[in-house]
């Protein structure tokens, strides 16, 4: 059993910076892909990156690519998301989830995930 609280949200101007910040419980972190979504009003919920178990590779949208980066602190049970050049578009709630993969092919579908957080809402002013 995991679980998972995201923080760092708020509000942020266009060409602002972030970083969103999500705590696991449980002593098994390690043991999880961890990935970060996005959704938008009336948008599905989209993939935003993932990062391995060890955090040696890491995946990130097209759409974010260059400007979004995902880190993790095994140790602190703790996976980042640190977002700058940030636009309007990037306005939505975004979570963290929490896969059992050993794996190093990105995660992108939702479905296969089997923790999720609350979310944490972002919203970029232009």
């Known amino acids: 059993q995991v679980q998972l609280v995201e923080s760092g949200g708020g509000l942020v101007q266009a060409g602002g910076s972030l970083r969103l910040s999500c705590a696991a419980s449980?002593?098994?972190?390690?043991?999880?892909?961890m990935g970060w979504f996005r959704q938008a009003p009336g948008k599905e919920r989209e993939f935003v990156g993932g990062?391995?178990?060890?955090?040696?590779?890491?995946h990130t949208a097209g759409s974010v690519k260059g400007r979004f980066t995902i880190s993790r602190e095994n140790a602190k049970n703790t996976v980042y998301l640190a977002m700058n050049s940030l636009t309007p578009e990037d306005t939505a709630v975004y979570y963290c989830?929490?896969?059992?993969?050993?794996?190093?092919?990105?995660?992108?579908?939702?479905?296969?995930?089997?923790?999720w957080g609350q979310g944490t809402q972002v919203t970029v002013s232009s």
């Open positions: 990062i391995s178990r060890n955090g040696d590779v890491t």
């Open positions: 989830a929490a896969a059992a993969y050993s794996g190093t092919v990105a995660l992108r579908r939702t479905s296969v995930y089997g923790y």
């Open positions: 449980g002593r098994t972190f390690s043991s999880y892909y």
